[in-house]
Every structure is written in structure tokens, then in C-alpha cells.
């Protein structure tokens, strides 16, 4: 890493928590601004970091699904304003697909990088249970007519947090390694945060933002300086 990424490093950081700390929502422009400058900042230093060393396929996977989160990041942002209410499950659905197609981006970039193992699948099942079940019965979340698209959401995030996972013995524990299974695993823990903020009480959700933001945001932000170890 040269001084700039030090420099992109430190600003993507204080953007985010400064970002975290104000937010009690996303209900106004400014909230949502913030938002957008955050996630821009973390696909700028995973994009910075691609170019540095060479935007190897993987890497170009890596930076492809930055991208599509900086989309999601906006589109998720737009149902919680009450002018967009009744657009509130489509929104959600379509700020879905681009984080579904980050995933897809990582998922298969991971493969190129370090290669597959055929455990992450049955692990998967097991994660994708505790991401449903939790929610469900533990925080009493009626997911409604979206329940099948949940739980294949919760499969497919916990899918890529499993390859995450298997980065450790694929590359012996190397930094690489370490920060996208970290990455991953608060990746993992904001969305389950997440499905509070859609679909549970009201009078929960404060806190539940300020879990999802900060999870969420420390995971990206692993996953970007990951591309300076691959």
C-alpha cells in the first residue's frame, strides 16, 4: 500500500463512522448523501487498489461487486422515505438485485482467486437457517409475501460468506485471507440486522441502523483493502 491508500484508507474510514454516528435513518437528503459519499468512497478504494496491482480477473470480480453495493447502498436507502411508501417492497426487491449481483461478483471472483470446496454448500444451509430463523422467531419478523425471496437471499449471503470462510485454509491464514473472511462475516451479521429495519417494529429500528451501518461499513471496507493482499 503507497501513501495514497493510507490517505483513501483513513478518509473511506472517518466518512463511514462520521456517517454511522449521525444517522438516525434514511429519511432525509442529507442522511442519504452521506450514504451515497461513504459507499463511493469504499468503491473507489477497492477500485484503486484493483489498478494497483494489476486488475487481475479476480480482483476486476472484487471491484465489480463494490460497484453494485454502492447501488444497492442508495436504492435501500429510498423506502424508508415516507413519499416512497407504497413502492417500499419493490424498492427493497430491486436494491436486492444489485447487492444479489455484488455477491454473485464476489462469489465468483473468490473461486478465480483461490478455488471451491464442496463443504461451503451444506455450511451454507446450516448459515442460511440462523439468518431465517433468527429474524423469525427470535425478533418475531413477518417476512410476508416476500418469504421465498428472504430465504434464497439469506442462502446466497451466506453461500458467499462460506467461500469467505474457506479463503482461510485455501491461502493458510495470509492477510488476504483473513480480511474477506472477516469481511464476509460482518457482511453476514448486517444483513441479518437489515431484514429488522424492513420488516420489524418501528420502535427497534434506531439501534438496528446503527448495528447494520457499522457491521456493513467495516465490511466493505475489509473487503476493498483486501485487493491490496490478493
Known amino acids: 500500500m503507497d501513501t495514497v491508500s493510507y490517505v483513501l484508507l483513513a478518509l473511506t474510514a472517518l466518512m463511514s463512522a462520521t456517517f454511522v454516528s449521525l444517522s438516525k435513518g434514511q429519511v432525509t437528503l442529507k442522511s442519504l448523501v452521506f450514504k451515497a459519499i461513504s459507499s463511493f468512497l469504499f468503491t473507489l478504494l477497492g477500485l484503486y487498489a484493483g489498478f494497483l496491482n494489476g486488475l487481475s ?7 465489480i461487486g463494490l460497484i453494485a453495493s454502492c447501488f444497492g447502498d442508495v436504492i435501500l436507502a429510498l423506502p424508508e422515505w415516507p413519499v416512497l411508501d407504497e413502492k417500499k417492497n419493490s424498492l427493497i426487491v430491486f436494491g436486492g438485485f444489485f447487492f444479489a449481483t455484488a455477491h454473485t461478483a464476489y462469489y465468483i471472483g473468490m473461486i478465480v482467486i483461490f478455488g471451491w470446496s464442496w463443504w461451503t454448500l451444506p455450511a451454507a444451509v ?33 453461500l ?61 471496507i475489509l473487503l476493498a483493502t483486501s485487493l491490496y493482499f490478493i
Not at 57 to 63: A, K, Q, R, T
Open 160 to 220: 458467499v460468506l462460506c467461500q469467505g470462510l474457506y479463503a482461510i485454509a485455501a491461502r493458510a491464514f495470509d492477510t488476504y485471507s483473513i480480511l474477506i473472511a472477516v469481511g464476509f462475516f460482518l457482511f453476514y451479521i448486517s444483513d441479518v440486522v437489515l431484514m429488522q429495519i424492513y420488516f420489524g417494529e418501528k420502535e427497534s429500528t434506531t439501534k438496528a441502523y446503527k448495528y447494520n451501518l457499522s457491521f456493513y461499513y467495516a465490511a466493505q
Open 57 to 63: 480477473h479476480g480482483s476486476l470480480l472484487f471491484v
Open 126 to 158: 446450516v448459515f442460511a437457517a440462523i439468518f431465517y430463523f433468527f429474524n423469525k422467531i427470535v425478533v418475531k419478523i413477518d417476512y410476508g409475501k416476500l418469504t421465498p425471496g428472504i430465504f434464497s437471499y439469506a442462502f446466497f449471503v451466506s
